[in-house]
């Protein structure tokens, strides 16, 4: 991809060109993709970018179309319960943090961004002893484990909500939001139309997420005969996760790089988890939206915090996992049908703030004050 500097970064590119930033961020595509308009951002200001991943999950994907030097490091995942992987786990994050000091005293970057995930922990930790300035980004409200234990390595932590607060955080707290990569608000609903051959009625596009969610794939399916009577449905179910459903008006995708702008600019209503970045997406988009949050009993409930937020400032539609039922699923999107133009007057009335250009600011800003 080519990339012209454009008048507003002339100044900071000619300051800055030898700058180098080393990204991190991985473990799922929720970890990766807020970091592209950052990073994007960068590169047409001139700075050389390096992105450390694991050595063979999805970041190097996700990442390729910036054309980024990739590097891969071992990782373990941290986990908040026991298992007999938690010992070679940490073996693993152990021979990465080598790795990561090795990268770093050998590359000297002048700045590191984390977007968190188990794989940031080794750069962040090893940029902190360096010496090398770190920033990190939070989406959800809740902190995750990996941000929580790099706080004291942290210079800024910049946060999707203005409650977000880490403890130990020595460094800057500052509230940005969510960045959103810039295809997504330029979608084109009739490609869709073209490409999934979809006709006039109303389309629900429902996604469990880059890993998929078995509980939603499962209350969709079942609850199709009712679904396919007034809307056509897109189903976006995860990696492996379709089971090949051959019916009018129903598409399954596993996952969806090429032409997801396009589903959400043609779905008149979405039904998703409550990641803040699918979220923010929503938002952003002022999409009709159904949120399903990931249950506490299989998460820290940073999902069910983003939900929260967004039903109390009347911006999403929330039903709980643990109801979802074929006939409290169509109940819910009838609610939210009835209700359509209150919910759609609260998006309209949020204020998105302009999340790459403060991360942008306080990365320059932070290789000024060193």
């Known amino acids: 991809m080519t990339r012209t500097p454009d008048n507003r970064a002339e100044m900071t590119t000619a300051a800055i060109k030898s700058q180098h930033i080393f990204a991190v961020g991985g473990g799922?595509?929720?970890?990766?993709?807020?970091?592209?308009?950052?990073?994007?951002?960068?590169?047409?200001?001139?700075?050389?970018?390096?992105?450390?991943?694991?050595?063979?999950?999805?970041?190097?994907?996700?990442?390729?179309?910036?054309?980024l030097t990739y590097r891969g490091i071992f990782s373990g995942k941290l986990r908040r319960y026991w298992s007999?992987?938690?010992?070679?786990?940490?073996?693993?994050?152990?021979?990465?943090?080598?790795?990561?000091?090795?990268?770093?005293?050998?590359?000297?970057?002048?700045?590191?961004?984390?977007?968190?995930g188990f794989?940031?922990?080794?750069?962040?930790?090893?940029?902190?002893?360096?010496?090398?300035?770190?920033?990190?980004?939070?989406?959800?409200?809740?902190?995750?484990?990996a941000n929580r234990l790099a706080a004291p390595f942290l210079r800024v932590l910049c946060v999707s909500f203005p409650e977000t607060r880490i403890p130990l955080m020595r460094g800057k707290t500052l509230y940005a939001g969510t960045p959103i990569r810039r295809q997504v608000l330029q979608g084109d609903a009739q490609r869709?139309?073209?490409?999934?051959?979809?006709?006039?009625r109303p389309l629900l596009l429902v996604t469990g997420g880059s890993l998929g969610a078995a509980p939603i794939n499962e209350a969709i399916r079942a609850a199709l005969p009712q679904l396919l009577s007034t809307y056509q449905?897109?189903?976006?179910?995860?990696?492996?996760?379709?089971?090949?459903?051959?019916?009018?008006g129903y598409t399954e995708l596993e996952y969806i790089d090429a032409g997801w702008e396009d589903l959400l600019a043609a779905a008149a209503i979405v039904i998703s988890r409550a990641g803040a970045n699918a979220l923010f997406e929503l938002l952003a988009l002022a999409k009709l939206n159904?949120?399903?949050?990931?249950?506490?009993?299989?998460?820290?409930?940073?999902?069910?915090?983003?939900?929260?937020?967004?039903?109390?400032?009347?911006?999403?539609?929330?039903?709980?996992?643990?109801?979802?039922?074929?006939?409290?699923?169509?109940?819910?999107?009838?609610?939210?049908?009835?209700?359509?133009?209150?919910y759609q007057a609260a998006l309209r009335h949020w204020q998105r703030p302009d999340t790459v250009a403060i991360v942008v600011t306080e990365i320059e800003a932070l290789i000024r004050a060193d």
Not at 129 to 136: F, S, W, Y
Not at 192 to 200: E, G, I, K, T
């Open 290 to 342: 159904l949120l399903i949050p990931l249950s506490p009993k299989a998460s820290r409930s940073d999902q069910v915090m983003n939900a929260e937020f967004a039903e109390g400032l009347g911006m999403s539609a929330v039903l709980a996992e643990s109801e979802l039922d074929t006939k409290r699923l169509m109940a819910a999107l009838a609610a939210l049908v009835a209700q359509a133009d209150t």
């Open 119 to 145: 794989v940031s922990l080794p750069i962040v930790v090893a940029a902190g002893l360096l010496r090398i300035p770190v920033i990190a980004h939070e989406s959800d409200l809740t902190p995750g484990l």
């Open 233 to 248: 449905v897109v189903h976006v179910c995860g990696a492996g996760k379709t089971i090949g459903v051959d019916q009018a």
């Open 84 to 116: 007999w992987r938690n010992f070679t786990d940490l073996a693993l994050i152990a021979a990465g943090f080598v790795q990561a000091l090795a990268m770093l005293i050998a590359d000297r970057p002048q700045v590191v961004f984390s977007k968190g």
């Open 192 to 200: 869709a139309l073209q490409r999934w051959s979809l006709d006039a």
């Open 28 to 67: 799922s595509a929720g970890h990766v993709l807020p970091a592209l308009p950052i990073l994007d951002e960068l590169l047409i200001r001139g700075w050389r970018v390096t992105y450390v991943g694991t050595r063979s999950g999805l970041e190097q994907r996700l990442t390729a179309q910036l054309g």
